[in-house]
Structure formats: C-alpha cells, structure tokens
C-alpha cells in the first residue's frame, strides 16, 4: 500500500469517527430536548411523589398503583433511584405505618424497577443491539463472552456495583442473557432498597424531619439542572465506551488485499518450508 493510499484510507477513517461524533452528538440533544419537558411534567403533574397523596386520598389502591406507575418511569429515565426510594417509603410509611409501608415500599421498589428495567433490555436488545451485533468488533465479542460463561453474576455485580440502573439495563440489554436470569439477578439489591425504605420509614415517626420532608419545596428547574448533569454523566460515560471502542478497532488489523497475497497460501512454499 503506497503512502498516498494510506493518507486518503486515513482521511476516509477521519471522516467516518467525526460523522459518528456529529450523529451522537445529534442524538444527544434530541435526547435532552425530550428528557428536560418530561422532567418537567412529571414533576408539575402526576407523576410528583407529593402530589400522588392528594389525588388518590383515602383509596389504597390508587395510591400503590399511581406510585408504582411513577417509579417505572423514574427507573426507565437515566436518574439515581435511592432518593426516590426513601421518599416513596416515606409516603407509605406514612400511610400504611411502619411495618406495612415497609412492606409495601420494598414491594413497590422491587416490582417496578424491574418492569422498567425489562423495558429498557428488551428496547435495547431488539432496537439497538442489532445494529452493533453486524459489527465484528473485539469489544462486543469480548462483552458477550463474558455475559455468556457468566450471565447471572454479572447482573448480580452490575447490580450491586454503583453504576447507574439505566447503564446496568442498557448493558444487559446488549448481551444474550435472558429475562429469567436477570430478575434472579436482581433479587442482589434488595437488602439495599430494603434498608433504604426502613430508614425513611423511621424518619415518618420524628415528627419534625417528616413536618420538614413534607414541606419541601423546590423549583422544578433545580430538578432539571441535577437531572441534566445526571444526563450528561452518562453521555459522557458513553463517550468513554466509544473511545475504547475505537482504539480497540484500530489494533485489529483490517486484512487487504495485498495482506492476503503476501501470506505463504502456495502450496510448494508450504512444502520447501517444511522440508
């Protein structure tokens, strides 16, 4: 391969990585644009733990279903889940008391985490990873080796590990493990939800840190700002991943023609050699 045929190859691969910057980049916004209005609604409207009290009053029911409704969204959207879990303990603790809102909480965590979680593996699994599964690349063989030989521990460490529950999701859901494997997987966490929900719960019987909890008021940007730096972090860790991706692929040699030619395929050089 002469040096001009080297050049242009890479200032074609040039070309190539900053396309794929620009359309991430693209993906990116269209993502935040969309996130930020359905932070906002979800914190003006229904979706606002405080607000989901008032409007299920005295039934149970709509209570437990308005708060497990709400939690799935919260655990398909890219955002820390342990304040939400004490605040949703809190409320149940509230009016379940104690011991059954601590029940109940745990069982609300637990159900919708995972329902949100199956959603985002199988949007992942059907509408993502195939596009990448096409893709020969060492990273993607490597990762579903590993989610192959050990499937259920690996969601178990990626449970209880501090990566963020959409990035766990958005992992498994590039791999072959199957739905079975990581709801069992899954049950790892659940002493963490289960202390978080009791320590909330025992903040319900002080009367001055539950008179202070429930008389929190925040302007809706605050959420937007902490939500928005919660987003960029994974776009970021994202943008890592990516860049591993590529050194990785530019170590592997791509075979050319002239590579092909060059290798000792004749027959009687076979031979001379073993001789």
Known sequence: MTTQSKSKSCFSNLLKNIAKCIIFAILAIVLAIITIPL??????????????????????????????????????????????????????????????????????????????????????RFFIYPYFKKSPEMTFNIWSDLTNEYGIILVILLKLTF??????????????????????????????????????????????????????KSHPYHEVLFTTISFLSHLFLLGLFYRSYIKIKDRVPVPTEENITNLPNNTSTLNSEIV
């Open 39 to 124: 932070m906002l609604y979800f914190n003006d409207n229904l979706y606002f733990l405080k607000h989901i009290e008032q409007i299920s009053g005295d039934n149970s029911l709509i209570f437990f279903s308005l708060m497990f409704l709400a939690f799935v969204l919260y655990s398909i959207i890219p955002m820390n889940l342990e304040p939400i879990i004490a605040i949703t303990s809190f409320y149940f603790s509230k009016k379940f008391g104690f011991s059954s809102g601590l029940v109940l909480s745990t069982l609300n965590t637990f159900l919708a985490v995972n329902l949100g979680s199956i959603a985002t593996i199988l949007f992942v």
């Open 163 to 216: 990566f963020p529950n959409f990035i766990s999701n958005c992992l498994i859901g590039f791999s072959n493990i199957s739905i079975t494997e990581f709801i069992i997987g899954s049950l790892a966490p659940l002493p963490r939800y289960l202390s978080i929900s009791a320590f909330a719960s025992n903040i319900n019987s002080i009367k001055y840190y539950g008179f202070i909890l429930l008389s929190l």
